[in-house]
């Protein structure tokens, strides 16, 4: 959970949390009040994200309107999708904690918040990774469509979500998202465009040197053609070609 967020409301439930304590610690004078309070407002951060929480897992479960503080319109849908499609990958690498970390680098490169948001969305995406069975990819693209309309933006959207898939399930699911979200995207024949090195690693623009090193790390023990068995020639040339990627994104930003 997050706790601290700046929700809508929050400084009204602080203040009634806040006053509640202070006045069950009256009856041990003024150190009590401010014990109290002090209590009151942590309890009532805390009562405030459980609900937050609970309120994201009812919109998981039937996508529609949100009733949760959501930072950017649509990034719950969008980190859902996002968890679906690396869910549906294969191999599956990037799971639990290593998937958020991915999802929520690609929000933060795509929604106007940017890095702002990278705690929200690690937040939504392991909500999400504790129920994939229950995703909707349909519901949540309509949600995300329907947040994001008159932004301008889902065509980059779907773009960001396309790039998390991996294996033929994976990219067959994407490709049935990004149709759905962008009716007019039509991928070029033949197209060899040179994916971005920082979403190839799952790491935010501008990390540091030692952070690249770790993620092309993780990665290529994940990857690397001599850690795959038990694999059909199909998934072991896709484990290959995602290998020769990564090897290749990580040249890329160390020689800059």
């Known amino acids: 959970m997050i706790f601290f967020l700046k929700k809508p409301g929050a400084p009204i439930n602080r203040f009634l949390w806040m006053s509640a304590g202070g006045l069950a610690g009256i ?5 009590g009040i401010i014990v109290g309070c002090v209590l009151g407002y942590f309890l009532g951060e805390v009562a405030s994200q459980l609900k937050n929480d609970l309120a994201i897992r009812r919109y998981y479960d039937n996508p529609g309107t949100s009733k949760f503080y959501e930072g950017e319109p649509g990034l719950a849908a969008f980190c859902a999708l996002g968890v679906f499609l690396l869910s549906k990958a294969s191999p599956k690498v990037l799971t639990g904690e290593a998937g958020a970390v991915r999802i929520a680098g690609g929000a933060g490169s795509v929604f106007p918040a940017g890095k702002k948001i990278a705690a929200l969305a690690e937040s939504f995406s392991r909500i999400a990774f504790s129920r994939p069975l229950s995703l909707n990819p349909d519901l949540l693209a309509e949600s995300l469509a329907a947040r994001r309309a008159g932004f ?8 960001e979500l396309s790039s998390m898939a991996v294996g033929r ?5 994407a490709r049935l998202i990004r149709e759905f979200l962008d009716p007019g995207y039509r991928p070029p024949p033949g197209d060899t465009a040179v994916e971005d090195p920082w979403k ?3 790491v935010f623009r501008g990390a540091s040197r030692e952070e690249i090193k770790s993620a092309f790390r993780r990665l ?5 053609p001599d850690n795959q068995t038990g694999l059909s020639d199909e998934e072991r040339e896709k484990t290959s070609h995602a290998f020769m990627k990564i090897r290749d994104a990580y040249r890329e930003l160390t020689r800059r």
Request: hydrophobic share 60%; aromatic share 8%.
């Open 27 to 31: 009856i041990f004078g003024v150190p």
């Open 152 to 159: 301008g933006d889902i065509p980059l959207l779907a773009a």
């Open 169 to 173: 399930e994976a990219e067959q699911e």
């Open 200 to 202: 190839v690693l799952g």
């Open 220 to 224: 290529a023990l994940m990857f690397h």
